[in-house]
Nanobody, 124 residues
Framework: QVQLVESGGGLVQAGGSLRLSCAASGRTFSRNAMGWFRQAPGKERDFVAAISWSGSSTYYADSVKGRFTISRGDAKNTVYLQMNSLKPEDTAVYYC?????????????????WGKGTQVTVSL
């Protein structure tokens, strides 16, 4: 059974940092793209960041570009999201995502696996 388990969420003041982790199990994702999405209360789930299977290509939503960094662990079954200069508008549940595609995890329609999410709350 494939599982994506997120960790690292929490409450942080504006301007602070958090690092989210996602550990995949049940199959190897070493040849698959992975990414992060987020959903704020009352809003749709939105793309945040994605990384190709090799880690050589990364993609970011305009709203987080320059502040967030996505990376993969050496075993490729772990993906991280380093979030710096956090803003109250970054408050959301953050979801780890994986796709059967090697290169693209940037849109919801391409996602094959989802984690259950981790809450990130940024206070003023």
């Amino acid at each position: 059974q494939v599982q994506l388990v997120e960790s690292g969420g929490g409450l942080v003041q504006a301007g602070g940092s958090l690092r989210l982790s996602c550990a995949a199990s049940g199959r190897t994702f070493s040849r698959n793209a992975m990414g992060w999405f987020r959903q704020a209360p009352g809003k749709e789930r939105d793309f945040v960041a994605a990384i190709s299977w090799s880690g050589s290509s990364t993609y970011y939503a305009d709203s987080v570009k320059g502040r967030f960094t996505i990376s993969r662990g050496d075993a490729k079954n772990t993906v991280y999201l380093q979030m710096n200069s956090l803003k109250p508008e970054d408050t959301a549940v953050y979801y780890c995502a994986a796709t059967n595609s090697p290169s693209s995890a940037t849109t919801i329609s391409l996602i094959d696996y989802w984690g259950k999410g981790t809450q990130v709350t940024v206070s003023l």
